[in-house]
């Protein structure tokens, strides 16, 4: 069975990020094994510092990850400056990380209308100077996410249906390498 490492963009307890994650992993018993790693966990990037233990934590569940998927939240039209940082530590050394050839989905919420669509095709942009294989599919999107969310999940059949076809496809891709 694939093994998917689930990030959430956010760092606060009602995040509907953090709901798609939670939701995602519930759903993919059966299908994949799947873990998640606090990004809040991790100092600010700071290149002089010895990488400290949430960081070799991090690249470590990375490289043990057969994918990696990420739920970003919106911020001024980009991705929160949490889930950069931990890109940052993951991402050296430069070329060559552990997210190097990482296959990687995205999904994104908002607050609006976009549901964060513009962030999420940031976080693509930034993947890419990783080298890790963003999975190119149809974007999953949550708009208008604080009201889709019930119980810590998300409450949205449709947009969950449609994200775990977008995870199982992705998970096909892995498998044919
Ligand atoms: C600093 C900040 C900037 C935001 N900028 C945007 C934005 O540009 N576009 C948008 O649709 N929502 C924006 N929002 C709203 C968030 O997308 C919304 O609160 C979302 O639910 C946050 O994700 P979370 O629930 O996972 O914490 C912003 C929220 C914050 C705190």
């Known amino acids: 069975m694939m093994h998917l490492l689930c990030l959430s963009g ?18 993919l018993h059966g299908v994949a094994t799947t873990s998640r790693f606090d990004i809040g966990a991790l100092p600010h990037y700071n290149a002089d ?3 400290p233990q949430a960081v070799l934590a ?11 998927v990420i739920v970003t939240p919106e ?7 949490v889930l950069k940082n931990a890109i940052d530590w ?11 050839d990482k296959p990687v989905f995205v999904a994104s919420v908002s607050g609006g209308a976009l549901g964060g669509v513009r962030a999420q095709s940031h976080l693509k942009y930034i993947l890419a ?18 009201t889709k969310v019930v119980d810590g999940r998300l409450a949205d059949e449709a947009i969950t249906a449609f994200l775990l076809d977008g995870i199982r496809a992705f998970i096909g891709s892995i498998a044919r390498g």
């Open 75 to 81: 911020y001024n039209y980009s991705v929160p400056g």
């Open 49 to 51: 510092l010895e990488p």
């Open 129 to 146: 100077g990783t080298l890790a294989r963003v999975f190119v599919w149809q974007e999953v999107i949550v708009p208008h996410a604080n």
């Open 90 to 100: 993951a991402s050296r050394p430069a070329y060559a990380s552990v997210l190097k």
């Open 58 to 68: 991090l690249k470590s569940e990375i490289a043990a990850a057969d994918g990696l």
């Open 10 to 27: 956010s760092l606060r307890a009602a995040s509907a990020s953090s709901a798609v994650v939670a939701t995602l992993c519930e759903r």
